[in-house]
């Protein structure tokens, strides 16, 4: 699943993998997280489906800077959602996120 440009170090010296990884927490519980937000994400298969969804995803379309940028918007786009109510869709997640890494 993973190819070897998640290995590739940022100039700071971190992994792209862990800034992957650290977009997507940093982005889905922030320090002012809404509450029910992070419980949503956390009391269903949520947060581990979307980890998935978006490696995946950076995998298939190249991982960089630009890349991560564009997946903290999909996320971002999530949580806003949650926050207003709406029911979180994996597969529209999905779609949404390989669309703006294409672009």
């Known amino acids: 699943m993973l190819g070897q440009e998640f290995l590739q170090k940022l100039p700071?010296?971190?992994p792209l993998v862990a800034a992957a990884i650290d977009a997507?927490?940093?982005t889905l519980f922030p320090k002012n997280a809404d509450p029910a937000v992070?419980?949503?994400l956390v009391s269903t298969a949520a947060l581990t489906s979307i980890v998935t969804v978006a490696l995946k995803a950076l995998a298939k379309s190249g991982l960089n800077q630009d890349a991560i940028a564009k997946l903290t918007g999909a996320l971002q786009g999530v949580t806003k959602a949650i926050a207003a109510g709406d029911s979180f869709?994996?597969?529209d997640f999905a779609a949404?996120?390989?669309k703006s890494l294409a672009t």
């Open 96 to 98: 949404g996120l390989e």
């Open 12 to 14: 700071n010296g971190k």
């Open 24 to 26: 997507i927490l940093a």
């Open 89 to 91: 869709d994996l597969d």
């Open 38 to 40: 992070s419980w949503r």
